[in-house]
């Protein structure tokens, strides 16, 4: 009896064992995807990527109270019904935001999902459907070395690519930064930063000089793309009231008058000058006329 129990416990114990490592495996955050993904899929080409995000990274243009354009800067569609993320930096000021996306349409910005201005991120809106999207990755996972690509619009060239490493790993105030060696160009910024699997795993941010000093935000700061949370905290006109560049102040009327009411004060105390200036050169005069 007691060797069939054994025979019995014994598989069960190696179930047990494998069923407890597979649970590791999958709630490990610092194998789980890579465990997977290395079973199934490969490390892509820089050009198998283009192919695949391009089509979702798009142009963001910044306008003012007149509909003139601030400038301009990158974004990637992160759902297909519109959503979309860039730098906060890329949209401060703006009281309008127009975005082309692939096949050129343009489309308006309508609201603001969330933003940060100290990490520097910015989810937006567009009202569209079956967009092309960049498939998330897990920016916790990256170490220094990995080989990355950027895609972004420098000086309005959309769709630039181009590669590096993360060259470190920054902790810059209260938040992380890859620090990386891919050209981060004025345009660029918002653009999506890839590891070689295609999954996004930053957000382009900014460069120094004209060296490989270029970082980007971790993609796991927004959080609240996991939570698939969509919901608008800034209707445009909200956004453009508290963040929105100013419009000078248009001269006042009253200025107007005060100004026309000194230029009146100075010519009667003028006026009072003058007759005092006539009186004594009269009694000057009188004085020489003789008797």
Known sequence: MDRLVLTVRKPLVILRIILYLCLFVIN????????????????????????????????????????DI??????????????????????????????????????????????????????????????????????????????????????GLTNTISDGIVSGKRQIGNYSRFQITAPIAPGS????????????????????????LNFAIPIHHLRKLSRDDQSIRYSMERFASIYGVKPPPKPSTNRAYQAQDTYTNQSSNNNG???????????????????
């Open 273 to 291: 000058s003058n007759f005092l200036g006539w009186c004594f050169w009269l009694w000057i005069i009188w004085g020489l006329i003789p008797p």
């Open 70 to 155: 601030r400038g301009y800067g990158s974004g990637f569609i992160v759902r297909e019904n519109g959503v979309i993320v860039t730098n906060f930096h890329v949209i401060d000021g703006a009281h309008y935001l127009g975005v082309k996306i692939h096949n050129k349409d343009i489309h308006v910005v309508t609201g603001i999902i969330d933003i940060n201005p100290d990490i520097d991120f910015a989810i937006i809106k567009i009202n569209a459907k079956n967009l092309p999207v960049v498939s998330l990755g897990n920016s916790q996972e990256v170490e220094v070395g990995d080989k990355i690509v950027a895609i972004g619009s420098p000086q």
């Open 28 to 67: 490990n955050s610092l194998y789980s995807q890579n465990f997977f993904r290395n079973l199934f899929s490969s490390e892509k080409s820089i050009q198998e990527l283009n192919k695949l995000v391009s089509p979702a990274v798009v142009e963001i243009a910044n306008g003012d109270y007149n509909g």
């Open 189 to 212: 910024s918002g653009g999506v930063l890839l590891n070689m699997y295609g999954d996004g795993i930053g957000i382009t941010t900014s460069g120094m000089g004209t060296g490989n």
